[in-house]
């Protein structure tokens, strides 16, 4: 039997409707896979995606605010679920399982890089997203919280307002480390290092997508929707360092 999703996209494909656009929230920590996704889903040339990074916090405030979103990929689950509970959104589901990573291009850090630097504290700068808007923000202190690290740090942490922002501080050497989605990590490709943070030292990372109230009737966010669940698009989303829910 086919999906909703799948019934409404061939009673469109079969009405003969004009080929669309769809605008997609995204979370930030998901741009390298999303470009990825993105482009594999244009490819036929029947619908185009317009794409938008910010923190998960953000883009919530920015769909409440009426925002013209069709989709929000975000980091947490919480935000999705708010979201449907006001009317905003369909029934979210989990997209991926994030990973936090610490990560470094400072030179004395390339080869001996550990988790245990966190609690030695012989640095200048950690960046880290805020944990007011970010899940991986939340994740990183939940973690350095673990590990005794939380207090210690204070004065030694920078935030960004994304953890897209938490990787450029790390990336551009303005903070020596960064803990960071294991995504971006995996995906430089320049003189770095990275290990990953333990499971049991945060909260998981479920990382939801919602379909909002108004790509309802729209073929290109369906399309999306129904693509993202598909075997490519799990393919591109496993190999960019997350796991698969």
């Not at 004395?108 to 950690?126: E, P």
């Not at 598909?230 to 591109?236: K, L, Q, S």
Request: proline share 6%.
């Amino acid at each position: 039997m086919k999906s909703p999703v799948s019934a409404l996209l061939a009673l469109c494909l079969v009405s003969g409707v004009n080929a669309e656009q769809a605008t997609v929230a995204v979370a930030s920590n998901f741009a390298w896979p999303m470009g990825d996704l993105e482009t594999l889903f244009e490819e036929d040339g029947i619908h185009e995606l317009t794409v938008v990074h910010g923190s998960t916090g953000q883009l919530f405030a920015q769909i409440v605010n009426g925002a013209p979103y069709d989709v929000f990929l975000a980091a947490d689950r919480e935000r999705p679920r708010r979201l449907a509970e006001m009317g905003l959104g369909n029934a979210p589901f989990t997209y991926a399982l994030g990973r936090l990573a610490l990560w470094t291009r400072e030179p004395g850090f390339i080869d001996s890089l550990t988790v245990s630097v966190l609690t030695g504290g012989d640095f200048r700068r950690l960046a880290i997203a805020n944990p007011e808007l970010a899940p991986y923000g939340v994740a990183a202190r939940e973690t350095l919280r673990a590990m005794g690290s939380w207090a210690p740090l204070q004065a030694k942490i920078v935030l960004g307002e994304n953890v897209g922002q938490a990787f450029t501080m790390a990336e551009t050497r303005n903070a020596e480390l960064g803990l960071v989605a294991l995504a971006m990590a995996v995906a430089y490709r320049g003189d770095a290092a990275y290990v990953m943070i333990p499971v049991e030292n945060h909260e998981p990372i479920r990382q939801d997508v919602v379909p909002l109230k108004r790509g309802r009737e729209n073929p290109a966010a369906l399309a999306f929707i129904e693509f993202l669940q598909g075997v490519e698009a799990r393919r591109i989303i496993a190999e960019a360092g997350y796991e698969l829910p």
